[in-house]
């Protein structure tokens, strides 16, 4: 039986990452790493010059031949750029060295230690034996003997690598030999990599960059299996390009969809901008894009560039531009969960200024928005019910407020200028328009405050919009027709906020903490005029929805809490420094030990900063009441029809407690005057500690009466209920990091999915009580990394439902050497 591509490529890769016994019989006599060398003496005695030759010496020393010496006790020597030690050593006709004991050889931030050395002054070429190295400080290495062949060259013979500093490194290559070449590569021959001392990788030869720079190279492949798309494996290979750029090459295999490839470019021009290019292509001929037909998607495709840029006259250039072959493809091949419930492709870039007054923005965007897919029932073609919307471009001022001169009046505005495009579909009838809109917004102000505990600031504003289309509507068809013609809209508008009486309170003493309670109300009269015309508006943001509220006033009560408390000092970027464990319990440092903070210190430091006033809590209750229109409105009977309005708005309530920078606790809720029960209430916040964080939304709206079902009886509303929670701990010094996220639904529906075509009885089924969660587990030690994570989504009804199980290991100095995803 001639084997399928699917079970051909999958055994090959078995055999690839199972094939470890023949590498553990070769390095299975390897001894364990040898104990490390004694420390170097913390004071050195007077150094001195060895007669003819370019030699100083620290220890005991006799000449026993002309350029012959002998050294008996412990030694140092340095010659040119080196330094060696050893606890016997000979020299021999001012070049040669023979040295037994702890031997200790340094040169260029490089060292090796070992039992014994044989070694050439002239040629820097020697042999260590029982050696154990350190190269380009992350680099470890243990051999049974060492070749020293100049600066940069060593060849090993049974040794082990690695990046671990633990006396039994997390991860190691045990190799035959090797060859070492700082700052390059080290090329290795009958490569074991292991996991403490399991063998779990064998390759007969391996190369392996051992330089601070990143290094060309392929990477270790992923594999990953979706119930549509098959099983998959896919091959990564690193290009550097420079310091400042590199490209990671994308080849992909799965047994359903077929073969995929793509790529990721990064690049930063200089210290102010970045950029990002990512893209991936696969005739896919699994996925089905027509469930009548049968008809598969084929060519799909996403590409994804980002830019930022900041540049010497203030302005700063923000690019997103995103570009995929369908809307199904994020759901698809995509495991984040904001692309895969995002119903918009965005393209974006934008230049922007902000001055001590006024900003700038010059943006150029395209946004697609996705409603749903219709399928013709004539040819069963498969199409979107979408909007295509433009603004090539769009420039916009705005300044913020600021006294005009010595007169006590203040000016703010708003204007724009764009070119705007919609092509689609919205609030379902078709739309293509193409036209230019400008539009200005100044307001004028009065701040005036008679007394300390009274603000009044009336305002004048008067906004201008101007268009060169608009749309008709018939009157009895409802349909919209685009016509080519100007539309102007002016719209006056005043208003008068007062804010007062405002009373005020201060607790404590002044020994301790003390608090200042405030209370105070607000009354805001506006009126702005209404425009006759707004249906004749092609509505694309928040400008051509201005349309004005007649004669409102709001009134409210706010109370807010205050304390003082030391300003937090600012946050300085920590020395690099790495400790290194070596085999015998010891540790050194590279670059020197950072003392660990004092606690009382910090405290201190903490307590000396300058106080500063913040507020901890407020609390409001707010109402609006219309003298034009109706603000709300009930239907009691779920029959259609309203049984009552009012001109007044619901109450709104909010509240906010902070009483440090890393706690918050908000609280959102409204009381309808009509049902006379709360309509909804939203409470969230935040918690954050050194050893564990938390984050919840918890959201409740009601139903508000209910509606009349087939029989004509009247079934209320239940409303709903979901808590957002997000928490994550940490133990082990951060070393393992567990993170919980989740969606709760406390109020499951029932969805009818149709009949059943045996019994003819409806096909009932529930939503999910937990329809988002996964769990997140990481532990990272100093030279590698463990990462799980469970994703379940099951939004019933959505294509969006799926189950993931994602585990990755990443090696310091290797990188991703696995990564699973199922």
Same mark, same amino acid.
């Given at each position: 039986m001639?084997?399928?591509?699917?079970?051909?490529?999958f055994?090959l890769a078995?055999?690839?990452?199972?094939?470890t016994v023949?590498?553990a019989a070769?390095?299975?006599a390897?001894?364990d790493?040898?104990?490390r060398?004694?420390?170097e003496p913390?004071t050195?005695?007077?150094d001195?010059v060895?007669?003819d030759?370019d030699?100083?010496?620290?220890?005991?020393?006799k000449?026993?031949?002309?350029r012959?010496?002998?050294?008996e006790g412990?030694?140092?020597?340095?010659?040119?750029?080196?330094r060696?030690?050893a606890?016997?050593?000979?020299?021999?006709?001012?070049?040669?060295i023979?040295?037994e004991?702890?031997i200790?050889i340094?040169?260029?931030?490089?060292?090796?230690s070992?039992?014994?050395l044989?070694y050439?002054l002239?040629?820097?070429?020697?042999f260590?034996?029982?050696?154990m190295?350190?190269v380009?400080?992350?680099?470890?290495?243990w051999?049974?003997?060492?070749?020293k062949?100049?600066d940069k060259?060593l060849h090993?013979k049974?040794?082990r690598?690695?990046t671990?500093?633990?006396?039994?490194p997390y991860w190691?290559?045990a190799?035959?030999s090797?060859?070492?070449t700082?700052?390059?590569?080290?090329r290795?021959w009958n490569?074991l990599?292991r996991?403490?001392?399991v063998p779990i990788f064998y390759?007969?030869?391996?190369?392996w960059?051992?330089?601070?720079?990143?290094?060309?190279?392929?990477?270790?492949p992923?594999?990953h299996?979706?119930d549509?798309l098959g099983?998959?494996i896919?091959?990564e290979?690193?290009?550097?390009?420079?310091r400042?750029?590199d490209?990671?090459?994308?080849g992909?295999?799965?047994?359903?969809?077929?073969?995929?490839?793509?790529g990721?470019?990064?690049y930063?021009?200089?210290?102010?901008?970045?950029?990002?290019?990512?893209?991936?292509?696969?005739?896919d001929?699994?996925?089905?894009?027509?469930?009548?037909t049968g008809?598969?998607?084929?060519?799909r495709y996403s590409?994804?560039y980002?830019?930022?840029?900041e540049?010497?006259?203030?302005?700063r250039?923000?690019?997103?531009?995103n570009v995929?072959?369908?809307?199904?493809?994020y759901?698809d091949?995509?495991?984040?969960?904001?692309?895969?419930s995002?119903?918009?492709i965005?393209?974006?870039i934008?230049?922007s200024?902000n001055? !001590?007054?006024?900003?700038?923005?010059?943006r150029?965007?395209?946004?697609?928005q996705l409603?749903g897919?219709t399928i013709d029932?004539?040819?069963n073609?498969?199409s979107d019910?979408?909007?295509?919307?433009e603004?090539?471009p769009?420039?916009?001022f705005r300044?913020?407020?600021?006294k005009?001169?010595?007169?006590?009046?203040?000016l703010?505005?708003?204007?724009?200028?764009a070119s705007?495009?919609q092509?689609?579909?919205?609030?379902?009838?078709p739309?293509?328009?193409?036209?230019l809109?400008?539009?200005?917004?100044?307001?004028?102000?009065?701040?005036?405050?008679p007394?300390?505990w009274?603000d009044i600031t009336?305002?004048?504003?008067?906004r201008l919009s101007?268009y060169t289309q608009?749309?008709?509507?018939d009157?009895?068809s409802?349909?919209?027709?685009?016509v080519?013609?100007?539309?102007t809209?002016?719209l006056?508008?005043?208003g008068?906020l007062?804010?007062g009486?405002k009373?005020?309170?201060?607790?404590?003493? !002044?020994?301790?903490?003390?608090?200042k309670?405030s209370?105070?109300?607000?009354?805001?009269?506006?009126?702005?005029?209404f425009?006759d015309d707004f249906g004749?508006?092609?509505v694309y943001d928040?400008?051509?929805?201005?349309?004005?509220?007649?004669?409102?006033?709001s009134?409210?009560?706010?109370q807010?809490?205050?304390?003082k408390r030391?300003r937090?000092?600012?946050?300085?970027v920590?020395?690099s420094?790495?400790t290194i464990?070596?085999?015998?319990?010891t540790v050194s440092e590279?670059?020197g030990r950072?003392p660990?903070?004092?606690?009382?210190?910090?405290?201190?430091?903490?307590?000396?900063q300058p106080a500063?006033?913040?507020?901890?809590?407020?609390?409001?209750?707010s109402?609006?009441?219309?003298?034009?229109?109706v603000?709300?409105q009930?239907?009691?009977?779920g029959d259609g029809?309203l049984?009552?309005?009012?001109p007044?708005?619901n109450i709104a309530?909010?509240g906010r407690?902070?009483?440090d920078?890393?706690t918050s606790?908000?609280?959102r809720s409204s009381?309808d005057?009509l049902?006379k029960?709360f309509s909804?209430a939203?409470l969230?916040?935040g918690?954050?500690?050194?050893?564990?964080?938390?984050?919840?939304s918890l959201?409740?709206?009601n139903?508000?009466?209910?509606?009349?079902?087939?029989?004509?009886?009247?079934?209320?509303?239940?409303?709903?209920t979901q808590l957002?929670?997000?928490?994550?701990?940490?133990?082990?010094?951060?070393?393992?990091?567990?993170m919980?996220?989740g969606?709760v639904?406390f109020?499951?529906?029932?969805?009818?999915?149709?009949?059943d075509p045996?019994?003819?009885e409806?096909?009932?089924?529930k939503t999910?009580?937990?329809p988002?969660?996964?769990w997140r587990?990481q532990?990272s030690?100093?030279?590698?990394?463990?990462?799980?994570?469970?994703?379940?989504?099951n939004?019933?009804?959505?294509?969006?439902?799926?189950?993931?199980?994602?585990?990755?290991?990443?090696?310091k100095?290797?990188?991703k050497?696995?990564?699973?995803?199922y």
């Amino acid at each position: 039986m001639i084997p399928t591509p699917s079970r051909l490529i999958f055994s090959l890769a078995l055999i690839y990452l199972l094939s470890t016994v023949g590498g553990a019989a070769v390095l299975a006599a390897q001894d364990d790493p040898p104990d490390r060398p004694p420390t170097e003496p913390e004071t050195i005695p007077e150094d001195r010059v060895l007669k003819d030759l370019d030699i100083k010496v620290w220890g005991p020393w006799k000449q026993t031949a002309e350029r012959d010496y002998l050294f008996e006790g412990k030694v140092t020597i340095t010659w040119r750029e080196s330094r060696i030690q050893a606890d016997r050593m000979s020299l021999t006709q001012g070049r040669y060295i023979e040295a037994e004991g702890n031997i200790l050889i340094v040169w260029e931030g490089n060292r090796i230690s070992g039992t014994r050395l044989t070694y050439d002054l002239e040629q820097e070429r020697g042999f260590i034996e029982n050696a154990m190295g350190q190269v380009q400080t992350d680099f470890l290495f243990w051999a049974k003997r060492v070749e020293k062949v100049g600066d940069k060259t060593l060849h090993l013979k049974s040794g082990r690598l690695t990046t671990c500093t633990q006396p039994v490194p997390y991860w190691s290559f045990a190799v035959t030999s090797a060859t070492v070449t700082v700052d390059q590569y080290a090329r290795m021959w009958n490569v074991l990599l292991r996991t403490s001392k399991v063998p779990i990788f064998y390759s007969p030869y391996l190369i392996w960059p051992v330089k601070a720079d990143r290094a060309l190279g392929l990477l270790f492949p992923e594999f990953h299996t979706n119930d549509t798309l098959g099983q998959s494996i896919a091959q990564e290979l690193f290009i550097p390009l420079g310091r400042s750029a590199d490209l990671t090459l994308l080849g992909e295999y799965y047994t359903q969809a077929g073969f995929g490839f793509g790529g990721e470019s990064r690049y930063i021009p200089n210290r102010r901008g970045a950029a990002r290019l990512k893209g991936f292509y696969i005739d896919d001929k699994a996925s089905v894009k027509n469930p009548i037909t049968g008809e598969l998607w084929g060519d799909r495709y996403s590409v994804t560039y980002q830019q930022t840029q900041e540049f010497l006259n203030g302005f700063r250039m923000a690019a997103d531009i995103n570009v995929v072959s369908d809307f199904s493809y994020y759901s698809d091949y995509e495991r984040e969960l904001d692309l895969i419930s995002s119903p918009t492709i965005l393209q974006r870039i934008e230049f922007s200024r902000n001055g !001590p007054w006024t900003s700038m923005n010059v943006r150029e965007q395209r946004r697609e928005q996705l409603f749903g897919i219709t399928i013709d029932p004539d040819t069963n073609a498969v199409s979107d019910v979408s909007l295509l919307q433009e603004t090539l471009p769009e420039i916009e001022f705005r300044g913020r407020s600021r006294k005009l001169g010595k007169t006590p009046l203040y000016l703010q505005y708003e204007s724009s200028l764009a070119s705007i495009s919609q092509l689609g579909t919205q609030g379902g009838q078709p739309i293509d328009a193409d036209y230019l809109r400008g539009d200005i917004f100044p307001t004028f102000s009065l701040p005036w405050a008679p007394t300390s505990w009274l603000d009044i600031t009336p305002r004048a504003n008067y906004r201008l919009s101007y268009y060169t289309q608009q749309q008709e509507t018939d009157s009895t068809s409802g349909q919209r027709t685009i016509v080519d013609g100007d539309l102007t809209r002016d719209l006056w508008g005043a208003g008068l906020l007062i804010v007062g009486p405002k009373i005020s309170r201060i607790f404590g003493r !002044p020994s301790s903490r003390q608090y200042k309670h405030s209370l105070e109300t607000r009354v805001s009269y506006g009126f702005e005029d209404f425009f006759d015309d707004f249906g004749d508006i092609i509505v694309y943001d928040e400008v051509d929805v201005f349309n004005g509220a007649g004669n409102a006033v709001s009134y409210g009560l706010t109370q807010r809490l205050f304390t003082k408390r030391p300003r937090a000092p600012e946050a300085t970027v920590p020395t690099s420094q790495e400790t290194i464990m070596l085999p015998d319990g010891t540790v050194s440092e590279a670059g020197g030990r950072q003392p660990r903070p004092d606690p009382t210190a910090l405290l201190e430091e903490l307590k000396s900063q300058p106080a500063e006033t913040v507020e901890i809590a407020s609390f409001e209750i707010s109402q609006r009441r219309s003298f034009d229109e109706v603000l709300s409105q009930a239907d009691m009977n779920g029959d259609g029809m309203l049984d009552d309005s009012s001109p007044y708005s619901n109450i709104a309530i909010t509240g906010r407690y902070n009483p440090d920078p890393s706690t918050s606790l908000d609280l959102r809720s409204s009381y309808d005057i009509l049902y006379k029960t709360f309509s909804g209430a939203t409470l969230s916040g935040g918690v954050r500690r050194r050893l564990a964080q938390l984050r919840f939304s918890l959201v409740y709206r009601n139903g508000l009466g209910g509606l009349l079902d087939d029989d004509g009886v009247f079934v209320e509303n239940p409303g709903d209920t979901q808590l957002r929670l997000t928490t994550g701990f940490s133990f082990l010094g951060g070393r393992l990091r567990v993170m919980i996220d989740g969606t709760v639904d406390f109020n499951r529906e029932t969805i009818n999915r149709g009949t059943d075509p045996i019994t003819g009885e409806p096909i009932l089924q529930k939503t999910d009580r937990f329809p988002n969660k996964s769990w997140r587990v990481q532990y990272s030690t100093q030279c590698c990394t463990l990462h799980f994570e469970r994703l379940s989504r099951n939004f019933t009804g959505s294509v969006n439902d799926r189950e993931d199980f994602y585990f990755r290991v990443d090696f310091k100095g290797i990188g991703k050497i696995l990564q699973v995803t199922y």
